[in-house]
């Protein structure tokens, strides 16, 4: 069941607002999901799906996930830890040997925990078209997480925290060497099937994603938004495509005890400080296995993942029972400022989530 509001609205609808805010920095369309657990799932979008079409945005429309997938593979991961099918403290090269090594980088000295933390020092070296030249020509190319760990393997490992989707490319292959199985059917088997999740899939080394779904656009140089909707994402783990309410459902069930055993959930939580650059990007945060730990202004804290590729952003956000989630997806991106569309991504979470507790939130009437 679903309250639903497309554009405008009443003041005091403070998602909508939220999402109008977004919209207005640039972004093409955004569609966003409040769930509380009392009553309906309060649904809006602001903006077009197409900028040539003008057609509205899908409210429940389709969209690459990205790094929001390292909380699925987290979970996988922390399942077969539960089971005494791995462990934490397992160095890599237990797992996979020969892989992590070259110019300082040694598995035999970095764990399975490190990868899920982002402590294990590995750099990545991820292609990204950064011209939109550079993305006509290699939209289409194919790499493959061991071509790409190979490439990370060229850089000597940095100290202390640092984010590296490489890091979870390893961690997707070590679920493959322990379950005999590809990374991806481990997450439906665990996650997509028993949650329900009919919407979620993933892509692979497909450019195309299911309907329905609001066209991506990425700004290159300046320029105009070009369209990105149709390309290949290099790096595979990003590539799992998902809804507003597959995510809160998944975030809702992981954080209501429903995915991981108490042991597996409490090392999941447990946090440590990120890189001061990230800091200054999502303040306050602190990152677990696969989920950072985030303030909220009206008092406590929230559970968050978010991620941006292919064209798509998404911030996300779960209250600690599980109870309360709110995620957001953009389809595109606001101009070469990625701080100013964080910040009001920001504000949509963290003002929905904390409407859920004050009563703020619009009622869906």
Request: proline share 7%; hydrophobic share 40%.
């Amino acid at each position: 069941m679903i309250a639903l509001a497309t554009g405008a609205s009443a003041p005091s609808d403070e998602l909508q607002r939220d999402a109008d805010a977004l919209h207005a920095l640039g972004v093409p369309g955004v569609q966003a999901r409040l769930v509380t657990g009392a009553g309906p799932d309060r649904v809006v979008t602001s903006g077009v799906a197409d900028l040539r079409t003008g057609r509205p945005v899908p409210p429940d429309g389709r969209f690459r996930i990205a790094s929001t997938g390292k909380a699925f593979t987290a979970v996988v991961v922390l399942q077969l830890a539960g089971e005494g099918r791995l462990g934490l403290g397992d160095p890599v090269e237990r797992w996979l040997p020969g892989v992590v090594r070259g110019n300082g980088n040694d598995g035999r000295r970095i764990t399975v925990r490190q990868l899920l933390q982002h402590t294990s020092g590995i750099q990545d070296d991820i292609p990204d078209q950064t011209t939109a030249a550079g993305f006509e020509l290699h939209r289409y190319d194919v790499w493959t997480p061991r071509q790409l760990v190979a490439r990370a393997m060229a850089h000597p490992p940095v100290a202390g925290w640092h984010y590296a989707n490489t890091g979870y490319l390893l961690l997707d292959l070590i679920v493959e060497r322990v379950t005999g199985r590809a990374w991806y059917d481990e997450v439906e088997r665990r996650i997509v099937r028993p949650l329900g999740l009919t919407a979620t899939s993933w892509s692979g080394y497909s450019p195309a994603l299911p309907e329905p779904h609001a066209r991506a656009y990425q700004p290159f140089e300046g320029g105009a938004p070009v369209d990105v909707t149709e390309q290949v994402v290099a790096d595979t783990g990003s590539a799992i495509v998902s809804t507003t309410r597959d995510v809160t459902t998944f975030f809702r069930a992981l954080f209501g005890g429903r995915l991981l055993r108490p042991a597996q959930l409490a090392e999941m939580t447990r946090t440590v400080p990120v890189a001061p650059e990230l800091d200054a990007l999502l303040p306050g945060a602190r990152y677990g296995l696969g989920i950072f730990q985030r303030p909220l202004p009206c008092g406590g804290m929230y559970y968050s993942h978010p991620g941006g590729w292919g064209g798509y952003l998404t911030d996300n956000g779960v209250t600690a029972d599980g109870r309360r989630g709110v995620v957001v997806s953009a389809s595109g991106v606001a101009g070469d400022d990625p701080l100013r569309q964080q910040r009001a991504a920001d504000a949509l979470v963290e003002g929905a989530l904390c409407g859920a507790v004050t009563g703020r939130a619009g009622s869906g009437r």
